[in-house]
């Protein structure tokens, strides 16, 4: 069920209520609270730890996804904020107003927050006007009719407001069930794994609308999703989750371009892996020596490379530094060649390789080609954060 009811908007404060050491620009000056913040927030499942003080917040119009494996307490937070979890440690307030804390919670049905599902959970005995109508039963017949068509219009399924669930696609179903949650014009928009039940194309294609349509909207959205592309295509920031702790919050590009770790470069797509030990400011590896940052001599390392990293030629290069390799397959991933090669590496012997290089490259099996690294694009972690 989608609880998106309205609650009455708090007075504001005017110039003459401001304190007078305080100017009527200044208040005007001030910056907008978050649309939805979470602080402190603790949560156990007798002796399971899903949540473990995290903090987040999220401004007006921001669209945030929450992503992380299967189990590290995205959902939970979700429900928290929801009010469908009840709150046992930290606060939840929305555009300033504490909505849960020490001193008690506001039920879902008043926090104006707005909430699709995995499973949409649409009234299969109700048709889509009807369902998209539920959340505004205070408003007059006339009014609530005219602000479910207008919902239904924003997701295209106007023309379908006779049709019952069970006539619809599952894309259709989802845009219902989307225009049911905004319907009401929430300050803040939850979605938990919406795009999970579609297929890939028909997903691709739904969270590229949903995407326009949440811009359009400006409402702040809060997307949980355990795709990490789907994050980054979503996402103004990505929180990124693991054992119930927040482990990098920034920019899409951020946590793909500088992870604060092992963990967060890998789950954010496919890596190479080497081993090896800082000797004299440098990690030797079979592409070269890498300079990590601030890790004393003698440390344990792990140096990760994505495979787009990695430049690819046939020939051997006149200048500069490059690495002999052997083709053991290629394979053309449409806009991508995939190339899985093999080096030597004195210490540890043939070490597994893979390559990514843009539109079509296909070096027969067992043909030597050269590889080039910048070392500036590998990440360099203790084994111990591994």
């Known amino acids: 069920m989608n609880f998106s009811l309205r609650t009455s908007p708090s ?20 910056p907008a609270a978050p ?31 929450l992503v992380g494996p299967s189990g590290c307490g995205k959902s939970t ?40 599902f995995q499973d949409y959970a649409l009234f299969p005995h109700l048709d889509v006007l009807r ?12 009014e609530a009719t005219r602000q479910a068509m207008d919902a239904l219009a924003q997701v295209g399924m106007d023309g379908y407001a006779k049709s019952f669930v069970h006539q619809l696609s599952g894309g259709q179903q989802q845009r219902v069930a989307l225009a049911r949650a905004l319907a009401p014009r929430p300050d803040v928009l939850l979605l938990d794994e919406p795009f ?55 920019r899409p590009e951020d946590l793909y371009l500088h992870p604060a770790s092992a963990f967060a470069a890998g789950f954010f797509g496919e890596i190479n892996r080497l081993d090896g030990v800082v000797r004299n400011g440098c990690v030797d590896t079979p592409l070269g020596c890498v300079h990590p940052t601030d890790l004393a001599d003698g440390t344990p390392v792990e140096v990760l490379i994505r495979p787009e ?8 290069p006149v200048s500069g530094t490059a690495t002999e390799a052997r083709v053991q397959a290629a394979r053309l991933l449409g806009r991508t060649s995939l190339v899985h090669m093999t080096v030597e590496d004195p ?7 893979h390559a990514r290089v843009a539109g079509v490259w296909l070096p027969v099996e067992d043909s030597r080609v050269w590889i080039a690294l910048d070392a500036g694009r590998a990440f360099v972690f203790p084994t111990a954060e591994v």
Do not use: W
């Open 347 to 353: 210490r540890q012997g043939p070490v597994h390789l």
């Open 77 to 116: 937070l979700l429900r928290i904020a929801a009010g469908l979890e009840r709150l046992q440690h930290g606060s939840v307030a929305l555009a300033g107003r504490v909505v849960a804390g020490p001193g008690g919670e506001v039920p879902p049905e008043r926090r104006s927050i707005g909430l699709v």
């Open 309 to 316: 990293m990695l430049s690819l030629s046939d020939l051997r």
């Open 11 to 30: 007075p504001q404060l005017g110039p003459r209520d401001a304190p007078a050491s305080i100017s009527p620009a200044a208040i005007s000056q001030q």
């Open 131 to 142: 369902n998209v109508r539920f959340g505004l039963h205070k408003l007059p017949a006339a």
């Open 196 to 250: 999970s039940g579609l297929d890939s194309q028909l997903r691709a294609q739904i969270r590229d609308e949903t995407l326009h349509l949440l811009k359009q909207s400006g409402t702040a959205t809060l997307l949980v999703t355990h795709d990490p592309e789907e994050a980054m295509f979503l996402g103004d920031r990505i929180a990124l989750m693991k054992q119930g702790r927040l482990v990098q919050v920034g």
């Open 35 to 65: 649309a939805l913040a979470m602080a402190g927030i603790s949560h156990s499942y007798a002796a399971l730890r899903a949540v473990d003080d995290v903090s987040l917040s999220i401004g007006p119009g921001e669209i945030v996804c």
